[in-house]
């Protein structure tokens, strides 16, 4: 049951005949692992933690910088030098105190991964590495839990789901992108990136996370979508699975 403060809180929720009280208290029974807390996990979390996801887990290890204020739009200026997992739970419960925020002020590695994707229902991918990408995949798939991931560099972003919760024949992330191939050179670090961007793939993130939790079909699984800012236009790819991925096809 939602209490009065929720019913005003979520109210254009409660309207949309997607949601309504039903989905809204689906919404709230439910646990989001973001991994990565940058320029998609900071509006992911900010409307997660807006729309009333009981509880969100925010992982990332690093501290804000001066300059991940250009798109990191969960911090502001006087967060530099603290955790970003502490400043973006803070951020958060000034945004929505109804929701539990759980704050890990760690990267996910082999020792943590397991249980943290076993404490969650859906997980976001806002990471920024090859290496720790494959880690989530692979855990994920192992454990059949939804992955909502996205990527940006320049003026591209590129945004997948792998919804191994609701399709266990799905291709995964190493299917695409085996971890065998060389890992990109190109990063934000060297090649920059335009804020909106970011925006524009974690805000997906998001919209897809409460679309998989209130139950709605995610015509974006199985498929590559991948955004050109510059000409605002989406390219789609299907994704098929690799015969000889070793993650998925043992
Ligand atoms: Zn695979």
Known sequence: MLNDKELTRYSRHLLLKEIGEQ????????????????????????????????????VDGD???TSNLQRQIMYKANHVGTGK??????SLYGLNSLV????INANVDDSNI?????SADVVLDCTDNFATRHLINKTCFEQSKTLISGAAIRGEGQFMVFDFARDAGCPCYNCLFP?????????????????????????????E?????????LPS???????????????????SKNECCEVCCN
Do not use: H, R
């Open 209 to 217: 996370t409460i679309k998989w939790i209130i139950g709605k079909p």
């Open 114 to 118: 397991t249980k943290l994707v076993q």
């Open 23 to 58: 989905g809204q208290e689906k919404l709230k029974a439910a646990t989001v692992l973001i991994i990565g807390l940058g320029g998609l996990g900071c509006p992911a979390a900010l409307y997660l933690g807006a729309a009333g996801v009981g509880k969100l887990v925010l």
């Open 179 to 207: 971890q065998s191939s060389e890992e990109p050179t190109l990063n934000c670090q060297n090649s920059g990136v335009f804020g909106p961007v970011l925006g524009i793939i974690g805000s997906m993130q998001a919209l």
């Open 85 to 90: 997992s502490a400043s973006a739970q803070k």
């Open 221 to 239: 699984a199985g498929k590559l979508k991948v955004f050109d800012g510059m000409n605002l236009s989406w390219m789609e790819f299907k994704m």
């Open 63 to 65: 501290k804000v910088e």
């Open 100 to 103: 539990e925020v759980e704050a």
